[in-house]
Nanobody, 115 residues
Framework: QVYLVESGGGLVQAGGSLRLSCATS????????MYWYRQTPGNQRELVAF???????NYTDSVKGRFTISRNNARNTVYLQMSSLKPEDTAVYYC?????????WGRGTQVTVSS
């Protein structure tokens, strides 16, 4: 079974920083792309960033230059460093992976940015 567990969310003032972590088990972690999504009430989940097995990364335009995704294959963990946070970054952030065509999600971690 695959498990994804996010942590690191919280309440922060605009301009502040947070580091999210997603610990995984049940995956051959190093071969899988890993994704961070976010969701606000009434909206679909939005892809924020992903990192491939070779370490290459991609970001949605709204977070470029502020967020950094990284991975530690020895710890089976993916991170999302978020800086210069804005109130519009407020959302539940989810970690996502796919294995053999099956999607796996964590329960999410709430990030709230106050103005």
């Amino acid at each position: 079974q695959v498990y994804l567990v996010e942590s690191g969310g919280g309440l922060v003032q605009a301009g502040g920083s947070l580091r999210l972590s997603c610990a995984t088990s049940g995956l051959t972690f190093k071969i899988h792309p890993m994704y961070w999504y976010r969701q606000t009430p009434g909206n679909q989940r939005e892809l924020v960033a992903f990192i491939k097995s070779d370490g290459s990364t991609n970001y949605t335009d709204s977070v470029k230059g502020r967020f950094t995704i990284s991975r530690n294959n020895a710890r089976n963990t993916v991170y999302l460093q978020m800086s210069s946070l804005k109130p519009e970054d407020t959302a539940v952030y989810y970690c996502h992976a796919q294995r053999q065509g099956v999607n796996f999600w964590g329960r999410g971690t709430q990030v709230t940015v106050s103005s």
